[in-house]
């Protein structure tokens, strides 16, 4: 069974405090403080940026991939999956799947280094000889909305990465930049398309559907292409999406588009796909309605004192549509410790109507804790927001 070793290294960034003669009490409980920061679920997705020549294949190769993390309070890594992308180079692409993994972070008195951890994969199921391999190393960083990463491996790959708070996101559409490369003539090139999900992927069914296009760019051509009806199977915070037919030039490489795997946070998607990398995901803007205008209030929620890990009574915006025509509602980005909950989502608002959204605070840490409400509509107003604050105690 192929094993995938990641040995990831936690910073810690809490300074010690006190006299000298309680440092060592000192360390402890800053230990403590930084796995209890860290503690939650986490999407990620990375990208190398030093290619490899893998096994059978004649070129060097990219790779990429996506994979959720669970660290919990005491710093014990209790599930990870991952989804790895190897382009093709000479012997076809490859889709690299591992199972679940275990690991601990354990986090040193704070010298100025960092910390340790552990974390193995063992391999889902019989992937192809292309897959790697050989142990790698990861070093974490803790940021305000998640963990930025780097890694390096021994087959001669290095990369970087990003994780974000898990989440299903609350938008039905999202629009992806990114970097294509196909195995033949053109080459490399560069993709802007769209993916919708019908339903969104914080609704529960049992089927759902997804249609993708775009326009994958090469020096020499340009490369349309639209496949209309697709399955997206999608559990917590992973996924991915099955194009069933896909309409293309005769002249153009098929599209990577086509089959991808992800992974959510609230806001966005993380995806990758044999041939593409560098891909940032949003939101799909829809084009904006310039008679149609929302209005929110309040503009600011302010939460008072809150144990940290524990959620606050709800408090709630209020969305009118304050123009001449009807607006839709295309989703929420939210960002920090804070949540949402509404069945304003894909909501149509007659002149006049509203609708509310309830939103929550749990803070992963102590002291004032920032975010933000981003409402995206047709409105001509474009996005709005709301500022949130709050205090973690």
């Known amino acids: 069974m192929t094993q995938l070793r990641l040995v990831a290294l936690a910073l810690v960034s809490i300074l010690l405090a006190g006299p000298a003669v309680n440092a060592a009490s000192d360390s402890e409980s800053n ?112 940021v305000s909305d998640g963990l930025k990463f780097i890694y390096t491996n021994s087959s001669g790959f290095t990369g970087q990465g990003s994780c974000a708070v898990a989440a299903p996101p609350t938008s039905r559409s999202f629009t992806c930049n990114y970097n294509v490369k196909s195995g033949d003539d053109p080459g490399v090139g560069v993709g802007l398309s769209t993916v919708i999900f019908s339903p969104s992927l914080n609704q529960k069914t049992l089927i759902r559907v997804s249609a993708v296009w775009g326009t994958e760019t090469y020096p020499s051509k340009t490369c349309p292409f639209f496949a209309p009806i697709g399955l997206a199977p999608y559990i917590p915070n992973s996924g991915a999406w099955i194009q069933l037919a896909v309409i293309e030039l005769p002249n153009c490489p098929s599209t990577h588009f086509k089959q991808v795997s992800f992974t959510t946070n609230s806001s966005t998607i993380s995806i990758t796909a044999p041939g593409i990398s560098s891909a940032s995901c949003a939101p799909a803007i829809l084009l904006a309605n310039k008679a149609a205008t929302i209005q929110v209030m309040p503009t600011a929620l302010s939460f008072a004192g809150q144990k940290v890990k524990t959620t606050s009574p709800t408090q709630k915006v209020t969305i009118t549509n304050t123009g001449s025509q009807s607006v839709d509602l295309a989703g929420f980005l939210i960002k920090g410790d804070f949540d949402q909950d509404s069945e304003c989502i894909n909501q149509t608002l007659k002149t006049g109507e509203n609708c509310v959204v309830d939103v929550s605070f749990t803070p992963k840490a102590t002291g004032k804790r920032n975010g933000d409400l981003g409402i995206l509509s047709d409105a001509g107003t474009g996005e709005v927001h709301v500022k949130l604050t709050g205090v973690g105690q």
């Open 31 to 142: 230990n403590a403080a930084v796995k209890s920061a860290v503690a939650g679920n986490y999407s990620c997705g990375f990208d190398s940026f030093a290619a490899y020549q893998a096994p059978g294949t004649n070129t060097n190769v990219n790779v990429g991939g996506v994979f959720t993390l669970t660290i919990d309070n005491l710093g014990m890594i209790t599930k990870s999956d991952a989804t790895l992308s190897v382009d093709d180079g000479g012997a076809g692409p490859a889709v690299c799947k591992y199972g679940s993994g275990a690991g601990k972070i354990d986090t040193a008195a704070f010298t100025g280094g960092f910390g340790k951890a552990s974390l193995s994969y063992q391999a889902a199921n019989a992937n192809s000889v292309l897959c790697p391999s050989d142990d790698a190393s990861i070093t974490f960083s803790p």
